[in-house]
């Protein structure tokens, strides 16, 4: 089973800032990884699929580059509406999530 | 524009089933799979895959984990999906997404419900 390791858990940063978040994986997986984002009471959103494309209306500032076994999700400037909890997950025929990085304003 | 909108909110009690609806709109309901996620309450509670099944080819796929208990099915008439999940206990709680996925197999999740929160409780 491939594990998805996600870091930091937690990444304290105000508006403005540029935001770096990590996801491993276990073994190779080429490019098969997307990036979502989650707010309280809502349902995750993708941003990333193939470990670097933006979906449909995501904005710029959101980009994913990575492939194999590292990957990272940046935020170039953070907005107000950024603050949010964040998963990667492995496209497969199971697809598993990581734990999440939590993005809180510092 | 693609909708998923979900059934209501459930309280069960242990040992009971549940069955929630994700009724879609605004694309061919055939030419898409649907996955169910599952997110445990509280803080730090991640997303847990449940299964995918795909209304074309009838074909599905579920977590090992779950598999003895859960079950998938759609109504293309309806463009419903629907998951049942069985012999419920405490660990079951939790909010339930479905999501609109590829027809051929799991793939990445554009488009979802809004959630249906299942409580398990006596």
């Known amino acids: 089973e491939i594990v998805l390791t996600q870091s930091p858990a937690t990444l304290s940063l105000s508006p403005g800032e540029r935001g770096t978040l990590s996801c491993r994986a276990s073994?190779?997986?080429?490019?098969?990884l997307g990036w979502y984002q989650q707010t309280p009471g809502q349902a995750p959103r993708l941003l990333i699929f193939?470990?670097?494309n933006r979906a449909t209306g995501i904005p710029a500032r959101f980009s994913g580059r990575g492939s194999g076994t590292d990957f990272t999700l940046t935020i170039s400037s953070l907005e107000p509406e950024d603050f949010a909890v964040y998963y990667c997950?492995?496209?497969?025929?199971?697809?598993?999530f990581g734990h999440g990085t939590k993005v809180e304003i510092k | 524009q693609v909708q998923l909108v979900q059934s209501g909110a459930e309280v069960k009690n242990p040992g009971a089933s549940v069955k929630v609806s994700c009724k879609t709109s605004?694309?061919?309901?055939?030419?898409?799979?649907i996955s169910w996620i599952r997110q445990a309450p509280g803080p730090g509670q991640g997303l847990e895959w449940m299964g995918w099944i795909s209304p074309q080819s009838g074909n599905i796929k579920y977590s090992q984990h779950l598999q003895d208990r859960l079950t998938l099915t759609t109504d293309s008439s309806t463009t419903t999906a629907y998951m049942e999940l069985t012999s419920l206990t405490s660990d079951d709680t939790a909010t339930y997404y479905c999501?609109?996925?590829?027809?051929?197999?799991?793939?990445?999740?554009?488009?979802w419900g809004q959630g249906t929160l299942v409580t398990v409780s006596s």
């Open positions: 073994q190779n997986i080429g490019r098969n």
């Open positions: 193939d470990a670097s």
């Open positions: 999501a609109r996925d590829q027809w051929e197999q799991p793939n990445f999740f554009h488009y």
């Open positions: 997950q492995l496209r497969s025929d199971w697809p598993t």
């Open positions: 605004g694309y061919t309901f055939t030419t898409y799979g």
